[in-house]
């Protein structure tokens, strides 16, 4: 085991040399990542967070969280931690270094990006090593030690949702609140494995591929789950419901993050007449707009209120306790998060980051402008722009809120663009789109349109700094927040908590 754990830490200690910050890697069920001063490995638990113990030298110290089953875990992805990265590579379709999306059948054989080969050295990865013991591994790391402990609002809620299943009358869909942290998706997944074929989505990709990390799988968004795009006798491509894709041979479809579903993308997942369990978090702020809430508007069907033990040693559920009951965050370190003034965020750790968040509309537009000035970006738009959608357009597989890269620019002039755009949602349909957007938009003066006139436009503005309103629905690994919750005022502490639960692994709050 000693030449294996020694390769570990060589690929992470590259990876470090190389500027990635806080070099981790990702495995079926665990998640290690290199302490500051090198000499450790932390190992978390990919499922809920919880803190496992650490690797010193070639040996396992396990944490009072890891019971038997999870360390037996841990110690055989220690035996042979270059196979497991390829399992991962292969069974999720990510990268095992950095968790993006893998998109050439090479790197997804490898289990591991172009990028991240270089950063972290892992050219000499061995490919097609798939531990026999991976279906067992990964059974222990969904149940650890034979058997999950449920808290007894948890089964109530289990209960709820079976009997709503078995109910020949039921209503299409049962609404499953929580917070961060209560289990929704734990129990999600435990129902999923009584109930037939299931197939899980959210509303972004991003969501999509952290429910898929999360041991949800086959996980896509809702759009690529419930449309086909079909091309016109013009070439154009347009999507149209696929009464006879994935979904309409479902028994059970669920969907998380769901507060960000409009009426139109709501009533036709409920044409398939499938069961839809959906996730919710009441806490967060209410979804703004017409387009938006179609499933949250109702009153939940059960509401998950009891934090998990183990999910209350996650930092960043710590972190949303503390905001969520009404608390300040101090300054300091929480795990690999942090809190700290504004005048100490760093040009490293914005570009950094995954995803920019923070409170108002002057303060995204200026940040994105500073952001592209960094980036060296002139003009309205140039190709490998980050854009976000800001309408909905389904038969363009356009939505408020979706994330795109500029591939390329057909046109451009004082006052619009038309843009061909590539989906950088991972877990979307990989189909360009071709729209037209006033600048108007960008500048924040979209209201100066007559109504006619901006109905021929599918907007888009820059995304590298996003509104918290506009990022409910998704989540990222690393999320840098700009905290501007004091501008709400009585939802303060929701704009917060909202901000930070959009971050899957770090967060960074600069106030």
Known sequence: MSNSVDRLFLALEHAAAAGVQRPRMRFTGITVSLSFSGAEIYVNSAIDGAYLGKIVGNGFSKGSKCDAGRAASVLAVMSDPLAYAVAYGRETGSCSCCGRELSDPISVERGVGPVCLANYRLSDLPVGATPPELVAEEASFADPGGSLSFSPQQEQAIRAVKAWLADPNRKPFFYLAGYAGTGKTTLAKLLAADAGKVVFAAFTGKAALVLGGKGCSPSSTIHSLIYQPKEDASGIVHFVLDL???????????????????????????????????????????????????????????????????????????????????????????????????????????????????????????????????????????????????????????????????????????????????????????????????????????????????????????????????SQGSQWNSVVVLDESFVFKQDAARHLYTAITRAAERVIVAR
């Open 244 to 470: 006879e894709g994935p979904a309409s041979e479902a028994d059970l479809i669920v969907v998380d993050e769901v507060s960000m579903v409009g009426p139109d993308l709501g009533k036709d997942l409920l044409k398939f007449g499938k069961p839809v369990l959906v996730l919710g978090d009441p806490a967060q702020l209410p979804p703004v707009g017409d387009e938006v809430g179609f499933f949250t508007k109702n009153t939940p069907d059960f509401m998950l209120t009891d934090i998990h033990r183990q999910a209350a040693d996650n930092p960043i559920i710590r972190m949303s306790m503390i905001v969520r009951e009404g608390g300040k965050l101090p300054y300091g370190e929480y795990g690999d998060s942090l809190v700290i003034r504004r005048d100490q965020l760093g040009r490293n750790m914005v570009l950094g980051a995954d995803q920019v968040l923070c409170g108002t509309n002057k303060t995204r537009r200026s940040k994105n402008a500073q952001i592209r000035q960094l980036l060296g970006r002139e003009g309205w738009f140039t190709e490998g722009e980050r854009v976000v959608g800001l309408k909905n357009n389904k038969e363009k597989g356009f939505l408020n809120g979706s994330m795109w890269t500029v591939q390329e620019v057909d046109f451009s002039d004082t006052e619009e663009s038309q843009l061909v755009l590539f989906p950088l949602d991972a877990g979307m349909a990989k189909t360009p789109v071709e729209v037209r957007t006033s600048h108007l938009w960008i500048e924040g003066r979209e209201k100066e349109l007559p109504p006619s006139e901006a109905r021929e436009y599918d907007p888009v503005d820059y995304g590298y700094v996003l509104s918290v309103h506009k």
